[in-house]
T-cell receptor, first 112, second 113 residues
């Protein structure tokens, strides 16, 4: 079992739909990252959070430390949101220090 | 503009040849990283460098080598000892080791024929 599990692996939505991508992890962490990878391969960091909730535009990220779970929400989805969304966790003191452990990613396709 | 550059975007090599992938950053970041991405798998750490003239093996360092002679440069050599070198390689940097956000380059897709 991977330390970081994402669901779903693939997600297809219609423009305007509300989207949720989930991330569960099995280790103690100090921070969780959500990343976006576009078809060309480049990766952009969307959020880094260690508790609660963060919002940027139409994107919202939440984390529940007790349940070891995070969600990424996209409101009013648009075709330009089509990308791979990656969850990554940074270990706490008892784990691998400051390395990031990555999930396999969720391929999102938003159709017009 | 500040950022990370990787070159080339696509690289083809014959089996048995060593190849070096370039990574340059002008963000004045101390820490740099090399990751490998394969279909259906998460990014895996090959090597990292916390500061110039220092580097450490990551989780899959076998068959790879790096150098960090300059703060802005962290080249990765894929040697002939790497059994399955065809992959997408991503370089990243951060202000310091384990701090804040990692900034990623555009990646190099290496195909070994």
């Amino acid at each position: 079992k991977n330390e970081v599990e994402q669901s779903p692996q693939n997600l297809t939505a219609q423009e305007g739909e509300f989207i949720t991508i989930n991330c569960s992890y099995s280790v103690g962490i100090s921070a969780l990252h959500w990343l976006q990878q576009h078809p060309g391969g480049g990766i952009v960091s969307l959020f880094m959070l260690s508790s609660g909730k963060k919002k940027h535009g139409r994107l919202i990220a939440t984390i529940n430390i007790q349940e070891k779970h995070s969600s990424l929400h996209i409101t009013a989805s648009h075709p330009r949101d089509s990308a791979v969304y990656i969850c990554a966790v940074k270990g706490g003191k008892e784990t691998s220090g400051s390395r990031l452990t990555f999930g396999e990613g969720t391929q999102l396709t938003v159709n017009p | 503009d500040g950022g990370i550059t990787q070159s080339p975007k696509y690289l083809f090599r014959k089996e048995g040849q060593n190849v070096t992938l370039s990574c340059e950053q002008n963000l004045n970041h101390d820490a740099m990283y090399w990751y490998r991405q394969d279909p259906g798998q998460g990014l895996r750490l090959i090597y990292y460098s916390q500061i110039v003239n220092d580097f450490q093996k990551g989780d899959i360092a076998e068959g790879y080598s790096v150098s960090r002679e300059k703060k802005e440069s962290f080249p990765l050599t894929v040697t002939s000892a790497q059994k399955n070198p065809t992959a997408f390689y991503l370089c990243a940097s951060s202000m310091g080791w384990g701090t804040d956000t990692q900034y990623f380059g555009p990646g190099t897709r290496l195909t070994v024929l």
